[in-house]
């Protein structure tokens, strides 16, 4: 789930007393770029929603509030949304905010060079109205739309052009790689990737601060032992997230405690679905389902959630955790652990002498992220799938993952619109332009294409949740992926 740690959600919940000043934060991966088009990961858009600004926002209940925008209207029967701009908003170099703004950041958001570009699919077109009205015409009736952009960011038409940002640059550099201007609470004044990065508030900032904070500094630590000693020491005020082992001391220190939670983030095993062969070059056996459900059966879920996560996460059955918006009651039973079913699924499948094969996995993305990959390597060694295990960081991960360079992999995924649509619309649907940006792996069903449109314009709530139901259905029948946990929130901060 992503928090807007400064300027936010996380300000209001942490309750930093009003004479703080340098405020030092630590999490485990370190954002990969400061422009918010080019990358669509939690570590990039929580970190910058301090720096730049959407016409909406999540507040601390993760509701829909204003932000760039005061007010939006649906346009007609389902032909759009109108939004009213707030006057007034200046961006961190002094330049004015308007309309011209927000459409030069649709053009560049939903530009084939852009990772955020599957939120404009349903976009037909963007029209400025005046110098403070947008209209954003979409293809068909929309009524999550709004819901759906929170974490979409205004820039500075006149900045990016003249430093030649016109378009993000996900693989290669770019002045707004390092640099930013946005119109947040927070402007950028320093930025060394994997070291530090600082902020400091920006005096012009339309908002409401009250927080306190006159420097905010950022530094990843991947080794969580390090992180621990960081905020014990009071080297750092906040780490993200507490080792779950490490909880309980944390809380037992004197001037520091635990904050828990349970994200919306379900963490996954996902599959090479059209790879002819496997990395060693034999044939790939991912491609038959039968070989996904074996691996569903053999990964001992409950004993990873015991020994792992000490208690602290809860199963999943879906893409999606239960409770979020869309959620398939009727398939919300994952698979038992059973090997001798794995086994015979696998016989069943050609492959009764079992086969090898690479795993790969982020090693400072996830809660405990290389832990749980050691531990399936374990368990699908039991059933006869012997998995090399292929542990990365996660500036690594994506560009491998981007490149077909694997077999089977571990991701972890959080509905930004916490509605069900929104893993389907990235993770499912077959991939394209706008759609299906993050199914590495291939997977391609035509009913599932044909049941994200209803998923996106159905208003009656039946109707919606019947399709919802179906899609659950297929995914789970064909093992698109196999759903572990949801993953739990642990934050570690000083009084």
Known sequence: MIRYLLAGAAAATLALPVQAETFRWSSTTDPQTMDPHAVSSTPVLGFLNNVYEGLVRRGPDMGIEPALATSWEPIGDGEGWRFTLREGVTFHDGSDFTAEDVLFSYERAASEES?????????????????????????????????????????????????DAARPSRDTENHATRNANGTGAFELVERQPDLQTVLEPYEGWWGEAGHGITEAIFTPIQNSATAVAALLSGEVDMIEPVPVQDAERVDENEGTRVIRGVESRVIMLGFAHDHETLRNGEPNPFTDARVRRAVAHAVNVPAILQTIMRGSAEPAAQLVAEGTSGYSPMHGARPEHDPERARELLAEAGHA?????????????????????????????????????????????????????????LLGWSPGTFDAEHPIRFLVHTAGERLGTWNFGGYSNPRIDELLPVMQSEIDPQARQAAMDEAAGIIMEDMVYVPLYVQPLLWGVRE
């Not at 209209?135 to 739309?145: G, K, W, Y």
Request: proline fraction near 7%.
């Open 115 to 163: 990772d955020v570009r599957s939120w404009f699919a349903p976009v037909s077109e963007l029209r400025v109205v005046d110098e403070f009205t947008v209209d954003i015409m979409t293809t068909s009736p929309q009524p999550l739309f709004p819901d759906s952009i929170a974490n979409w960011m205004i820039m500075d038409s006149g900045w990016a052009e003249a430093n």
């Open 353 to 409: 002498d079992g086969f090898s094969f690479e795993l790969s996995c982020p090693n400072d993305r996830y809660l405990n992220d290389e832990a749980v990959c050691q531990a399936i390597v374990g368990m699908l060694a039991q059933v006869g799938m012997d998995a090399t295990l292929d542990a990365m960081p996660v500036s690594n991960y994506w560009p491998e993952l981007r490149a077909d360079n694997f077999d089977m992999y």
